[in-house]
């Protein structure tokens, strides 16, 4: 079984950029959850994708957007970067159905803003 | 609005037993997590807990449970220098209706030889 994968590991840009993270879901999930990460604290949900559509978000700004595709795998867009994005981005896969509604995490991408 | 609280910092002697603790408000979480995280990775599911059960065994893991006071206690026994990690509780709640996690700041495990 295929745990979670996400790419790149690493990521340094500039403020007003773009930026684009991806995610593979855990094999048979379908699902996908993103979680920010900041330094010294605890992750925060971003926003989460089922049956290719976004089904619920956190207390992120819109210039934060995601897709889902067929596979279930996922992309994390954020627009005009700012300094305060610098976090580590975790995704998160599950299934819909498990009642225990396990999430899964990868190893995360670490963006860096300057 | 939801929030979920443990304390920052546990240090333990390999072989003692270690307990980290956590408070949530949402009394309508139906269940709760926890995490372990090492040093530049994600994160770890270790175990979960419905919120009709006071307790739960897990080899070296016992989570604790007592819903009246929205109180989740992790419990290692014998712990060992590999458990060096930060531990994070999170309950589940439906901003998405399928649910998310909210989590805490995390509590840094330190098991001394």
């Known amino acids: 079984e295929t745990g979670v994968t996400q790419s790149p590991t690493h990521l340094i840009k500039t403020r007003g950029q773009q930026v684009t993270l991806r995610c593979s879901s855990q094999s048979g999930h379908n699902t996908v959850s993103w979680y920010q990460q900041a330094l010294g604290q605890g992750p925060q949900f971003i926003f989460q994708y089922y049956r290719e559509e976004e089904n619920g978000r956190g207390n992120f700004p819109p210039r934060f957007s995601g897709l889902q595709f067929p596979n279930y795998s996922s992309e994390l867009n954020v627009n005009a970067l700012e300094l305060d994005d610098s976090a580590l981005y975790l995704c998160?896969?599950?299934?819909?159905?498990?009642?225990?509604?396990?999430?899964?995490f990868g190893p995360g991408t670490r963006l860096t803003v300057t | 609005g939801e929030d979920v609280e443990q304390s920052l910092f546990l240090s333990v002697r390999e072989g003692d037993s270690s307990v980290i603790n956590c408070t949530y408000t949402?009394?309508?979480?139906?269940?709760l997590y926890w995490y372990k995280q090492e040093p530049g990775a994600g994160l770890q599911l270790l175990t979960y807990?419905?919120?009709?059960?006071d307790m739960k065994q897990d080899q070296r893991l016992t989570v604790l449970l007592n819903k009246k006071d929205k109180h989740l206690s992790l419990r290692i026994a014998d712990t060992q220098t590999g458990d060096s990690a930060i531990y994070f509780c999170a309950e589940r709640t439906f901003v998405g209706s399928q649910g998310n996690l909210i989590f805490g700041k995390g509590t840094k495990l330190s098991v001394k030889p």
């Open positions: 998160a896969s599950s299934h819909v159905g498990t009642e225990s509604y396990e999430q899964y």
């Open positions: 807990i419905f919120s009709n059960m």
């Open positions: 949402d009394s309508s979480s139906t269940y």
